[in-house]
């Protein structure tokens, strides 16, 4: 008979098991009051799995690689939408663009959007810069979304979007919107073919270097920093300054700061970030 997971429950001892085996695996810290979320994100996989006990699935886990994934994609947060913090949005358009486009034409600007989830922020990102590239000759771009959860990233390179996830882009910047995303409100909007060309998603945990890629000039690092422990905040940032040009732009979430990290990056607006160079300011 499969398992009544409702009636499972989770002793300390499993909890405890699980926040370490997540925090190995995606540097994600679970609060310790936090076992009631953890119980009801899991139950529904047990029932899938069949398995008749938190114990049971802590074994599966350690054998079972692929299972890891798994557990990854439900205890990762992944809420986003389109145009998320219009101050982000407004600091990139009106301070950064100008900058780039004044040390000269013919640049490529390379774009990170870590913790992409399901690539609102990297589309958001492609709508923007393919308005640039159409009036700006010699202009252009490409974006990177990654996350550490592959379930998201699926849904982030299908790209269609619908409802909560584009209103506040349809409603405050509606030429954009619709010069850049097609469809319709019955089967959801899609980035047209020349931004889509220039996003590419790709599975990676930000506690582990990005490797096979030169250096970015902008990266949205946002609402993900929060999960972490400070240490391995900074470990994340150290992989981040690592990566990210010295004339560069760091966009982190609107309740997170670097302030009390040693991170290599100076604020130059709240939850905007420059990386510090050798003189000591940023480089601006
Ligand atoms: C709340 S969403 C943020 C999405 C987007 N950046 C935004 O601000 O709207 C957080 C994302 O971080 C991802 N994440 C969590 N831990 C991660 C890790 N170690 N490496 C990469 N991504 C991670 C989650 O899977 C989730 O999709």
């Not at 310790?32 to 049971?56: I, N, W």
């Not at 996350?147 to 990233?153: A, F, G, K, P």
Request: hydrophobic letters at 35%.
């Amino acid at each position: 008979m499969r398992n009544q997971s409702t009636d499972i429950t989770m002793s300390d001892d499993d909890f405890s098991k699980l926040r370490a085996i997540v925090h190995r695996n995606t540097g994600i810290t679970i609060g310790e009051t936090r076992k009631t979320m953890l119980v009801s994100r899991l139950r529904r996989r047990l029932r899938e799995v069949d398995e008749p006990s938190f114990a049971a699935y802590i074994t599966r886990l350690s054998k079972d690689p692929g299972e890891m994934q798994e557990l990854t994609d439900r205890v990762t947060t992944n809420e986003t939408y389109f145009y998320r913090t219009p101050r982000v949005w407004n600091y990139f358009q009106e301070v950064f663009l100008p900058e780039f486009h004044a040390v000269g034409e013919n640049r490529r600007m390379r774009v990170w959007s870590a913790a992409a989830s399901t690539g609102e922020e990297a589309h958001t990102i492609g709508a923007i810069l393919e308005q640039q590239r159409l009036t700006k000759p010699g202009f252009d771009y490409s974006v990177l979304g990654t996350d550490v959860s592959s379930r998201v990233l699926e849904v982030a390179q299908k790209g269609v979007y619908n409802g909560r996830s584009i209103a506040r882009f349809r409603k405050e910047r509606p030429e954009l919107f619709a010069s850049h995303m097609a469809g319709s409100d019955a089967d959801g909007y899609k980035a047209v073919p020349p931004v889509r060309a220039r996003l590419k998603f790709k599975l990676h945990n930000l506690l582990e270097r990005l490797g096979g890629t030169s250096p970015f000039d902008v990266v949205f690092l946002r609402n993900v920093l929060i999960y972490f422990t400070d240490e391995d905040q900074e470990t994340i940032l150290r992989h981040v300054r690592d990566l990210i040009r010295p004339d560069g732009v760091l966009f982190i979430g609107e309740s997170e700061t670097l302030n009390n990290l040693s991170t290599g990056f100076e604020q130059v607006a709240p939850i905007i970030y420059r990386p510090v160079t050798r003189a000591g300011g940023p480089c601006a």
